[in-house]
């Protein structure tokens, strides 16, 4: 059994199962960030990049020229796409913004939402995903003892963006993914929410409710149709910018009315649930870890604030049991069969099928093709 040991950089700890440290104790993430990322956002926090950023959003607007919408979002309420909606608001860009409705928002949520679109002048699009077949879905995740039970929310949000992008003949996607807040999370903690292959065969052997309406979004419609027949870009708009998690969050506050929500993706009542109470019982480890290590590598949060943030359970404690009922019962099991699902063995996503070698291979062309524009000097 290894030996308990934590990041003497970051917080990043053996709850990840495939960490490895240097000499000095320092961990493989903070190693991975350094080689990888830090140049970028260390030009991205100084400002570098914006003209970069304004170039493009200039391309937009001409592009969509004619048309009544520029650009694309996914608009969760939370943060990072709540910041996004007033930076690109700010630069005039014409933005379609885009919510899933997967039955398990917050109040809280949605009234940021509605505050946004209207301070913002941004129209907004809602899909209501069918609930019986995405608790169906989520139950199957449950039920195969795996970590990321976010899967089903993030797939069906991505295939809804790029389904509504095309009907309206939008090119730009704006993304929320960004590197000042989420540069370090392990693999085995969250797999790719993108691999359908690995989706239907969770739902295949655990689900209980034919998949009719559900969006979904196949490999070769993610990497070849839509960026190749459609020219549709992702874009990444906080990695242009000096994005500074605390920053923004006052801002959206005094600009849109934004409030506060607790925790990372906690605008969902269910990505809450499973993050602070289902991951760290159930797996052992505590995403907040992951989270506090992506703002200590940006310069946002020191080692000693998060150890003693640390310190507090994830959870409340004079209120879990309820939160446990509440959720057992929308999802539509006794609290006997759900606490079942909690005591059982947990599983890797690796015990399943996936297109995880398809996935590495397409990362390994991507960066290929990379490195020979940059010999080229393209």
């Keep these: ?47 570098r990049l914006e003209p970069a950023l304004d170039a493009l959003i200039e391309t937009m607007k001409a592009e969509g020229r004619g048309k009544p919408y520029d650009a694309i979002m996914g608009l969760s309420g939370g943060v990072d796409s709540s910041y996004i909606a007033w930076l690109v608001g700010q630069k005039g860009l014409r933005v379609l913004a885009v919510h899933c409705d997967s039955g398990w928002n917050s109040e809280l949520a949605v009234a940021n939402i509605e505050n946004i679109v209207k301070k913002i002048g941004f ?43 095309k009907k309206h003949g939008i090119r730009h996607i704006l993304s929320g993914s960004n590197l000042s807040t989420e540069s370090i999370l392990p693999l085995s903690w969250g797999y790719n929410a993108l691999d359908l292959r690995h989706l239907r ?65 906690y605008e969902s009542i269910f990505t809450k649930f499973f993050q602070s109470y289902y991951l760290p019982v159930k797996f052992g480890f505590d995403k907040r870890r992951a ?68 996935f590495e291979f397409k990362d390994w062309v991507m960066k290929s093709l990379v490195r020979k524009r940059v010999r080229r000097g393209v």
């Design 201 to 265: 065969a969770v739902h295949k052997r655990f689900g209980r409710v034919k998949l009719k309406t559900f969006p979904v979004l196949p490999m070769w419609k993610r990497y070849i149709l839509y960026p190749f027949f459609h020219g549709m870009r992702f874009v990444r708009v906080l990695n242009y910018v000096p994005y500074y998690k605390d920053r923004a969050k006052k801002l959206i506050a005094d600009e849109l009315g934004w409030r506060d929500y607790g925790g990372k993706h």
């Design 291 to 358: 989270h506090y290590a992506s703002l200590i590598v940006s310069n946002q949060m020191t080692r000693d604030q998060a150890l003693a943030q640390l310190q507090q359970l994830s959870y409340d404690p004079a209120t879990i049991e309820g939160d446990k009922e509440f959720v057992a019962k929308k999802m539509g099991v006794s609290a006997a069969e759900f606490d079942a699902i909690m005591e059982s063995p947990p599983h890797s996503y690796r015990d399943y099928p996936s297109n995880e070698g398809l």
């Design 1 to 47: 059994m290894t030996a308990y040991q934590v990041c003497t950089r970051c917080v990043m700890d053996t709850s990840d199962p495939e960490i490895t440290f240097d000499d000095a104790g320092v961990c493989s993430h903070c190693h991975a960030f350094d080689r990888t990322m830090r140049a970028e956002l260390e030009s991205a926090q100084a400002g």
């Design 123 to 165: 129209d907004l699009y809602t899909e209501v995903i069918d609930w019986e077949e995405m608790r169906d879905l989520q139950l199957a995740f449950f039920r195969a003892g795996l970590a990321n039970c976010d899967i089903p929310q993030d797939h069906a949000f991505m295939a809804v963006l790029y389904k509504v992008a």
